[in-house]
């Protein structure tokens, strides 16, 4: 092998990438250890990372920030489309991958780096979306993923670092933890198990409030603007203020069963409240907005753009048209949502907006019609039974 042959890591501080470092190093390369930061991270954090990049043997250290362009890009359609995950997960660590996966192939180009790493093992998701991005826009690069060629444990990467110095505290060895602006996923024995819950250690921040505390959440064509008075002129600004609030009371935290991109059944913990809250805020402010018919098909087409993006296929032009498709369907999706904060769970009060549909002049529910008159009721479900009553009168209903 080439003694000087570069290569680019995909970085991110965890037991995963940390082995690689060194393997690699190893091996014979020149690391560039490359960190796509979508957010969760502190700035100590930040600076810890390349204190130990540069600690395992690391020739080179970068952190690329692509957080605005995540949530311009992805986020902001998760939030049009309500997009949860088997009615769960609000896809954390899966729509990040393609970003970092775009933001590392160009860094491979821009410095002629013709070698590619990542951490990901052969049994998990990770290792479809980074491949599938690289193999579709630069199948020249080659990819190097050292746990997965050589399956390795995660107690055999903890006796290979321990072997050459390279220590981990115990938190870091039971748990895999991956922090992004959209939610922390959470991984240890506890998931690889059918019954076992994560204990409260696990999550990487704790409970500190218990008070119930009134929030309000506002909407611009379906893009949160404000928490409570306060404006936020970026919306990565807001969701990490609103991290850091539901984060204190442990909202958000929940376990995602589902069938992995190979075929596997797979659970993942995961800590996403910010996400969580905002979902549910926006989806009530939709059934008060928008029509019956424009709420069904567009959760239709929001459940396969997030099974889409799930999948690694990010890449795919249909998802660029569902986009569109979301977008318009924001245009009245402006108001304010109430919700109460409570230890590990939020409730949802109601919403203010001047495009609400439920106008008491047009009748209300179960109480009064004011649109129409008894007699004009009973004619409508005299037509609507119409067609059923003909087919009936031929195929005569059977009991058992």
């Known amino acids: 092998m080439n003694q000087s042959k570069e290569i680019t890591l995909a970085y991110s501080g965890g037991l995963d990438t940390s082995f690689c470092i060194p393997y690699l190093l190893e091996k014979g390369y ?61 896809l954390s ?71 050459r110095g390279f220590a981990w505290d115990a938190v870091q060895k039971t748990y895999s933890v991956n922090q992004g602006i959209w939610g922390t996923s959470v991984g240890g024995k506890e998931t690889l198990t059918s019954h076992l819950p994560l204990p409260e250690a696990a999550y990487p921040k704790q409970v500190s409030l218990t008070e119930t505390q009134d929030l309000s959440i506002h909407f ?6 404000k928490i409570n008075d306060t404006v936020y002129e970026k919306p990565i600004d807001l969701i990490k203020e609103l991290t850091a609030l539901t984060d204190a009371y442990g909202i958000g935290r929940d376990i995602h069963v589902g069938d992995t991109i190979i075929g596997i059944k797979g659970r993942v913990g995961f800590a996403a409240g910010a996400p969580l809250v905002l979902i549910k805020t926006h989806e009530l402010l939709e059934k008060h907005t928008l029509t019956k018919w424009q ?16 999948e690694g296929k990010y890449l795919d032009p249909l998802l660029r048209n569902i986009e569109n498709f979301l977008t318009d369907m924001q245009e009245n999706v402006t108001g304010t949502v109430f919700l109460q904060l409570h230890p590990y769970r ?6 203010e907006s001047k495009n609400d549909l ?21 004619g409508f479900t005299n037509i609507m ?3 059923n009553k003909i087919y009936y009168s031929i195929h005569k209903p059977t009991t058992k």
Request: proline share 3%; hydrophobic share 40%; charged share 20%.
């Open 220 to 225: 611009e064509n379906g893009i949160p603007t």
């Open 30 to 90: 020149i690391i560039h250890a490359v960190c796509i930061n979508t957010g969760g991270f502190s700035a100590e954090e930040l600076k810890d990372m390349e204190a130990r990049a540069h600690e395992l043997g690391a020739s080179h250290y970068t952190c690329i920030n692509v957080e605005e362009e995540y949530f311009e890009k992805c986020i902001k359609y998760l939030i049009f489309g309500n997009i949860l995950k088997n009615n769960t997960y609000p």
């Open 93 to 163: 660590v899966s729509s990040e991958r393609p970003f970092q996966a775009l933001a590392l192939l160009q860094y491979c180009l821009e410095h002629n780096i013709s070698t590619f790493a990542h951490g990901s093992t052969g049994a998990g998701n990770d290792q479809i979306r980074f491949d599938v991005i690289f193999k579709t826009l630069a199948p020249e690069i080659e990819i190097i993923t050292p746990i997965r060629d050589n399956e390795l444990s995660r107690q055999a990467e903890l006796d290979f670092l321990a072997e």
């Open 346 to 351: 939020f409730t949802l009060s109601g919403i």
């Open 295 to 310: 709420i069904h098909w567009k959760k239709q087409l929001a459940d396969w753009y997030g099974a889409e993006l799930h």
């Open 358 to 378: 439920m106008q008491a002049e047009f009748g209300s529910y179960g109480e009064e019609n004011k649109a129409w008159t008894g007699q004009d009721a009973k």
């Open 385 to 387: 039974s119409n067609a």
